[in-house]
């Protein structure tokens, strides 16, 4: 089977299985602590930011690529994050790096009653090892592919890495049972297969 197959499989099929699956791992089992980070990656031979959220254990509650890093990419990232998660899902704090970004993006969304005003964020940069660590673990696959041509490519890719991540880390566990081939069964009983 040429590369190029299983290139165009990914293509189609990732963008549909984040989001047929999006509700069994997107669900955070941390809500007292999310860490937000941002990572690069090359796109079209150009550098581009990956950000990412995850909870304390490591789960992976949501990401956004972006072109630029700045105020209006925190801005989209986090608007997304707190459109997405109910009421009883969002933390009492974030964490992110000393990025002025964030600081920004989040006083922007309390003034405009986006997200609760009581949500604590710390700008200490080692309560963020566990974000860190977990970019690795993910730039490690990335590198093994033959690289992005553009931002749709690099961000259906994504998803279903992150997807598959997430499967991996146990986030949808509960979903099936304790079952042997877990997430086989749960991906048959949502694609109906």
Not at 1 to 16: G, K, L
Not at 42 to 57: E, F, I, M, N, S
Not at 106 to 126: A, T, W
Request: contains cysteine; charged residues 25%.
């Amino acid at each position: 089977m040429d590369h190029s197959t299983i290139y165009r499989w990914v293509q189609r099929y990732a963008p549909e299985m984040e989001k047929r699956l999006r509700w069994y791992w997107r669900n955070p089992t941390d809500l007292h602590s999310w860490h937000m980070d941002e990572t690069y990656i090359k796109v079209k031979g150009r550098w581009t930011y990956l950000y990412r959220a995850v909870d304390q254990r490591g789960h992976t509650i949501d990401f956004y690529l972006s072109a630029r890093r700045n105020s209006k990419s925190a801005y989209s990232f986090l608007g997304k994050f707190f459109n997405t998660v109910k009421k009883w899902q969002i933390p009492r704090v974030i964490n992110t790096d000393k990025a002025a970004t964030y600081g920004h993006a989040l006083s922007r969304l309390k003034r405009e009653g986006k997200c609760p005003v009581d949500i604590e964020h710390r700008q200490i940069k080692y309560k963020n090892n566990v974000i860190e660590c977990d970019h690795g673990k993910l730039k490690r696959i990335i590198r093994a592919t033959l690289g992005f041509k553009s931002m749709k490519t690099a961000y259906a890719t994504i998803k279903g890495i992150e997807v598959m991540r997430a499967l991996r880390k146990g986030q949808a566990s509960s979903f099936y049972y304790g079952q042997p081939q877990g997430e086989v069964c749960l991906i048959n009983r949502v694609f109906g297969l």
